[in-house]
């Protein structure tokens, strides 16, 4: 049986060209750091960057899953395009991870003391279209 989706909504083809198995496994492997994995605490901050950035933008998160490998968000139509989108939430979740002490690489700061990123350089967007 096939999923239902709501009338309206289009899945843009995009979103079924990720990477395979073997390629995520020859990234983790090339890794300079071991990957994150999220704890509650730090999921928890993650939500309340995100929370930050909404303020601040108007942007309408309409779902959001922090899960300790990586996150989903489902977002309306950014007033940036949604890589930038992406970025800036990134960067809010940083912060706020760094505000409460709770940072995945605060043992291993860079020599000016900022902290590697804990996320991937780009992301994965997929785009929900209304149809006319």
Same mark, same amino acid.
């Given at each position: 049986?096939?999923?239902?989706?709501?009338?309206?909504?289009?899945? +843009?083809? *995009?979103?079924?060209?990720?990477? +395979?198995?073997?390629?995520?496994?020859?990234?983790?492997?090339?890794?300079?750091?071991?990957? @994150? @994995?999220?704890?509650?605490?730090?999921?928890?901050?993650?939500?309340?960057?995100?929370?930050?950035?909404?303020?601040? +933008?108007? *942007?309408?998160?309409?779902?959001?899953?922090?899960?300790?490998?990586? *996150?989903?968000? @489902?977002? /309306?139509?950014?007033?940036?395009?949604?890589?930038? +989108? @992406?970025?800036?939430?990134?960067?809010?979740?940083?912060?706020?991870?760094?505000?409460?002490?709770?940072?995945?690489?605060? /043992?291993?700061?860079?020599? /000016?003391?900022?902290?590697? *990123?804990?996320?991937?350089?780009?992301?994965?967007?997929?785009?929900?279209?209304?149809?006319?």
């Amino acid at each position: 049986m096939k999923p239902r989706r709501k009338p309206g909504l289009r899945l +843009s083809r *995009t979103c079924h060209n990720g990477p +395979s198995l073997e390629q995520r496994q020859r990234t983790k492997a090339a890794l300079a750091r071991p990957e @994150v @994995v999220f704890n509650g605490k730090q999921a928890q901050a993650v939500g309340h960057g995100f929370a930050r950035f909404v303020a601040r +933008s108007g *942007t309408r998160i309409l779902a959001c899953a922090i899960m300790p490998l990586h *996150t989903h968000l @489902v977002f /309306d139509r950014p007033p940036y395009p949604a890589e930038q +989108s @992406v970025n800036l939430l990134k960067g809010a979740a940083t912060t706020e991870l760094t505000r409460r002490g709770l940072h995945p690489f605060a /043992d291993v700061p860079y020599k /000016d003391g900022r902290f590697p *990123t804990p996320w991937a350089r780009k992301q994965w967007i997929c785009y929900l279209n209304r149809e006319a």
